[in-house]
């Protein structure tokens, strides 16, 4: 947060006075919206933390920062009260409501501060087989993942994003001799892979000559050309897609685990090499190379991650699916092998994606060929209620997408809801701009009106939004509050004339709320890669 954000400079002012009081406090002071509005526009813990640390008790500190505030803050405070165990409330004046909406205008809106302590951070996302075209499930870890490098950028971190190709192995192997069948005209092996787009690489492979044995190499390379293009339709642009096939030719499984070696975390037994993850916390020890020497597949991610350390990047951020519980704990014992604590790990494990049509689930399976494609969600519903509908849940919930609702232009449709907001404010600026009347950080003398502070109140928690956002992994948090704000502000401009008031001070100022409201709206959306469009 910056310096010209009207809440932060509230919380230093109700630290300062806290401060002052006790010395010295534990850990910063809350300054939040309380639950009930009939509790003030802003309550804060602050007396609770000096009583901890100087031995009083905390309604008494907190009727003396109660008066050291309506001292300091003059006519910014109506009134400070005090509640329950020792919380302080403070009712804000107009005038401070005024100048917040004037400041945010001359600033240009909310601002995202960096954090403290960024970190280079790496977020490996989607990296589903190449051997079949991205799915709607995988849709979901396309946009979970972007969003996510968008939250971490926006809060100052050092972002790549990353996909990791699986070409190599049996799945591969199935896959190549899947499209030969049909080069053939013979059906898939059982546990082959099926399905039209098989057929179709079928058909190009042969009318393109390609050898049998680079079959699997060349379907592979399409289907990864086919991948880049529905990530890029799909507004999610990878900064790197890395092969495992590289590691080997590069000879970085050799290196990785020569450097786990050196760390003294690994051993011998039966003839196989293990790594001793129960140092760190694993339910049993891991096997990094078989006995006949070649590395098992969780030996070559280890050298992956290897590659990511050694690339610099102090947080090792992994998406991964339903099915990978049982891998975190192994791969976090060999970051921390690896790394001795420089680099740490992290996965975020996402839920189900079931797609709704008429009450019923669909089911997905890419070797069985029953799938929906990434692609196809997009031409049914759209990119932008696409990437709402797979964001607006928390990724350890699953989701049931219902495409009818998706599809509908409605208010009943979040995404339709909040973009109306945004198109309905620049609506609104370009008539005015008709009228001559122009936004700017005016401070008329009228009462402000309860949805001017409840639309402020919204705009003004968007920094904090974001660092939560951010810091919990949660872009599903963004989704909700961008809903928050377009809810606030239709009821503004339900309860409030903008224009034709016959004030133009008041005009002036509820244009600079709504100037900031639509960047605001804008800004989240942005941070959910979703358009905000001018007009609807």
Known sequence: ???????????????????????????????????????GDYATNAAMLVASSGGRQPREVADDL????????????????????????????????????????????????????????????????????????????????????????????????????????????????SVIARMEGREPPEDGYRGAYVEELATRAAAEAVPADRVGEVAIGWMLDSIRESLERFRVGMDAFFSERSLYERGLVEEGLGRLE?????????????????????????????????????????????????????????????????????????????????????AVILQLIHLVEAGEKTKMSKRAGDIVTLDALIDDVGVDAARFFLLERSHDRTIDLDLELARSKTSDNPVFYVQYAHARIRSIVRKAAED??????????????????????????????????????????????????????????????VVGIGDEELERSRLALCEVTGSTIRESLELLGITAPESM
């Not at 300091?72 to 919380?87: H, T």
């Not at 004046?93 to 403290?116: M, N, Q, Y």
């Not at 705009?459 to 704000?485: M, N």
Request: aromatic share 8%.
């Open 1 to 39: 947060m910056t310096a010209n954000d009207p809440v932060t400079l509230l919380r230093r002012e109700v630290e300062a006075v806290a401060t002052g009081i006790a010395g010295t406090l534990p850990s910063e002071p809350s300054l939040d919206p309380p639950d009930r509005p009939e509790h």
């Open 66 to 177: 109660a008066a050291q505030l309506v001292e300091r803050l003059g006519d910014s405070v109506e009134r400070v009260e005090v509640a329950g165990p020792g919380f302080v409330n403070l009712f804000m004046s107009d005038r401070w409501f005024r100048e917040s909406i004037a400041s945010l205008f001359d600033s240009g809106g909310p601002k995202v501060g960096p954090v403290p302590d960024p970190r280079s951070t790496l977020v490996e996302f989607v990296s589903a087989n190449p051997t079949g075209p991205l799915t709607a499930a995988s849709g979901r870890h396309a946009a979970f993942g972007d969003s996510l490098a968008r939250l971490l950028r926006a809060t100052g971190h050092p972002v790549t994003t990353e996909y990791y190709v699986n070409d190599g192995g049996s799945q591969v192997e199935k896959f190549a001799e």
């Open 262 to 346: 050196e760390s003294g975390h690994t051993y011998e037994s039966e003839g196989a090499v293990w790594l001793r993850t129960t140092e760190f916390g694993d339910d049993k020890d891991r096997v990094l190379v078989r006995s006949n020497g070649e590395p098992t597949y969780f030996g070559a991610d280890v050298a992956y991650h290897a590659d990511k350390i050694a690339r610099g990047h102090t947080l090792l951020l992994d998406v991964l699916g339903a099915d990978h519980h049982g891998y975190v704990a192994r791969m976090a014992a060999a970051v921390e092998s690896l790394g001795g604590g420089a680099a740490g790990f992290e």
């Open 436 to 497: 001559g009347i122009e936004a700017a950080g005016a401070l008329p003398e009228e009462p402000v009106d309860p949805s001017e502070k409840a639309l402020l109140a919204e705009v003004l928690a968007f920094p904090a939004e974001v660092h939560e956002a951010a810091e919990k992994r949660a872009p599903h948090r963004i989704c909700a509050y961008s809903t928050r704000l377009a809810a606030a502000f239709h009821a503004f401009y339900r309860d409030c004339k």
